[in-house]
């Protein structure tokens, strides 16, 4: 006897996967923006980037590098001490096509000094593209370029690390760092009692001869797997910064003993670690007791990237939710025709937009921080600021993008839960938002003439955009309070949403005044979706999002 035969199910009403894609080339707002800030010349070499990392097989290792997450192993098979961190080869895959494309160290040259030109830029788009696939592994590769601005302050040391960090190799092998044919680097500064408090750091730092042994603890060490770490220890001088790294010179593994790997909510191809130094080797970079200023060169660095990170996420869900709204028929309509979609994708749109072409214009900062005391100065203003809004409004946006997609973004198999749960770290990791707001206060207090001179120049960039006028007088006013701490969230929100205003304005005029009209001459509504666009300029703005 016959058995019926049952299909279980057509697929169809279905977006196609979002991948095998150039990543810059469908990104009007990126290509622009990198113009307008110096980097044009490098669009062929940002496409071959953007190709390969929009790959269904770069899109794979993301997947894969998050679902075998990194184990510690802390002992060999006869006992002795190794704490060493194994991973799946697909996180070492990305970590070998980011080092390949310089992702850790092109805004350097061979001697460690600024690259110049437009390096930053240039990198800063790579590093946008990449955290749209996989933004775990960036932790280790933001580390490792912004190392060589603390080591800057000891060049001897910098001089004897450079040769081994100016490659373009991946060397994952468990050995000392002058026999490998690259390296990363990672850092250690928060305890259990003192989290950004750094000056409340325990950790001992003892003279031995040219170098230091450290005894103490860290409640949170990034990338454990790195070849060497930045830690800050206090010695008989104060807190001092130091070089530590994972083998001792002799060649015998440092005292670094791991306890733990963290269980984070995101982040999760990356390993954070908990850590105890028994007597570990380390070399002092810079003077004893000046640990904070030699730090901080690193933090910078690190904070640009979580802007950037924080803007490719949100980057990402745009793109991911527009592909799907484009597919998905409801009602008779692709939902991308649809008059609520519609305002929903273009206000988030126009997020986007102006997101991107503020943290572009933020590296042009840095990248003429050298020779520029303009742009230096908006270097020091704006990173905080940059950072506080990009980073908190991660989070929301892609819920937001979520949503656009229904049950099918909410669930694992697809990427923007994934997106979801790495977004907060970039807000929290290197400054949490209060830090930001203080580190605003702070360069407007060390600095008052430079920080008017910014604020002045943002005036002149946004002069006839909508509200511009009265957000700086809002600003001035709030910042010369003698409460200013207690309302500072509100200025510095402020003084970002200004910021890219102007850094839009001059990559794309029409979409400054939109977004000023929007977020600046009104309270945007908590809500994407809740402002009133014009039907042709929200096609305007899903055409340049996505082709």
């Known amino acids: 006897m016959t058995q019926p035969s049952f299909a279980t ?16 080339a469908v990104d009007r707002p990126l290509v622009d923006a990198v113009k307008a800030n110096g980097g044009a010349a490098a669009e062929r070499e940002l496409s071959e980037f953007g190709r390969q990392w929009g790959s269904a097989a770069m899109a794979d290792r993301g997947r894969v590098a998050n679902e075998s997450t990194p184990k510690l192993r802390t002992f060999d098979a006869k006992g002795n001490r190794r704490d060493q961190v194994e991973f799946h ?39 946008y593209m990449a955290a749209q696939v996989e933004t775990g592994h960036l932790c280790p590769v933001t580390m490792t370029r912004a190392s060589v601005g603390a080591l ?60 230091y042994r450290i005894t103490g603890h860290k409640w949170f060490m990034s990338a454990p797997m790195c070849d060497a770490f930045l830690v800050l220890a206090q ?84 793109a991911h939710a527009l592909h799907h709204a484009r597919h998905r028929s409801v009602f008779q309509k692709h939902l991308a025709d649809q008059p609520l979609m519609q305002a929903v994708l273009s206000d988030m749109a126009l997020h986007v937009e102006a997101s991107t072409a503020l943290v572009m214009r933020l590296c042009r900062a840095f990248d003429r921080t050298p020779h520029d005391a303009a742009e230096a100065a908006y270097m020091r203003l704006l990173t905080p600021a940059i950072k506080y809004w990009t980073c908190k409004s991660a989070p929301p ?37 209060n830090v930001m707001c203080l580190d605003v206060l702070r360069a407007l207090s060390r600095e008052p003439e430079a920080a008017t001179a910014v604020l002045q120049s943002l005036a002149a960039e946004t002069k006839g955009l909508p509200g511009a006028g009265e ?65 042709g300029e929200m096609r305007a703005l899903l055409e340049r999002a996505l082709p």
């Not at 196609?16 to 894609?21: A, C, L, T, Y």
């Not at 390949?100 to 110049?116: F, I, L, Y």
């Not at 040769?163 to 680097?185: C, E, H, I, N």
């Not at 946006?397 to 839960?417: P, Q, S």
Request: glycine content about 10%; some cysteine; overall charge negative.
């Open 235 to 318: 010695a008989e001088q104060g807190l001092t910064c130091f070089f530590m790294p994972r083998f001792a010179p002799d060649g015998s593994v440092n005292a670094i003993q791991f306890q733990r790997l963290k269980d984070k909510l995101g982040n999760r191809s990356n390993a954070s670690s908990e850590v105890e130094f028994v007597g570990a080797y380390a070399e002092r970079v810079g003077e004893e007791g000046k640990g904070i200023r030699t730090i901080i060169q690193m933090v910078q660095l690190t904070r640009q990237d979580c802007a950037i990170a924080s803007v490719g996420l949100m980057r990402s869900g745009l």
């Open 397 to 433: 946006f892609l819920y937001e993008a979520m949503e656009c997609l229904g049950g099918n973004g909410y669930v694992e198999d697809g990427i923007l839960a994934r997106h979801y749960r790495e977004s907060p770290v970039n807000a929290i990791w290197e400054g949490s938002g």
């Open 9 to 24: 199910h057509e697929v169809f009403n279905q977006s196609p996967p979002f991948e095998d894609i150039d990543l810059f």
């Open 152 to 211: 800057a302050m000891q060049p001897d040391l910098l001089g004897r690390v450079m040769p081994v960090l100016s490659t373009r190799s991946y060397d994952p092998s468990f050995a000392p760092w002058w026999q490998k044919r690259g390296m990363t680097l990672g850092m250690g500064m928060t305890e259990k009692q003192g989290g950004t408090d750094v000056r409340a750091n325990m950790t001992r730092a003892v003279r031995d001869g040219e170098a």
């Open 89 to 127: 080869p697909a996180y070492h895959e990305l970590m070998a096509h980011s080092a390949h494309a310089g992702v850790h160290n092109s805004t350097w040259t061979a001697n460690g000094k600024p690259a110049g030109d437009a390096a930053e830029v240039i990198r800063a788009a790579k590093f």
């Open 471 to 535: 957000a700086i007088a809002f600003i001035g006013q709030t910042f010369r309070r003698a409460d200013g701490e207690r309302v500072a969230r509100l200025a510095v929100e402020k003084l970002a949403l200004l910021a890219a205003a102007a850094a839009l304005n001059g990559v794309s005029p029409r979409h400054a005044e939109l977004f000023a009209a929007t977020r600046l001459a009104a309270t945007h509504a908590s809500m994407y979706g809740a402002v009133e666009l014009e039907s």
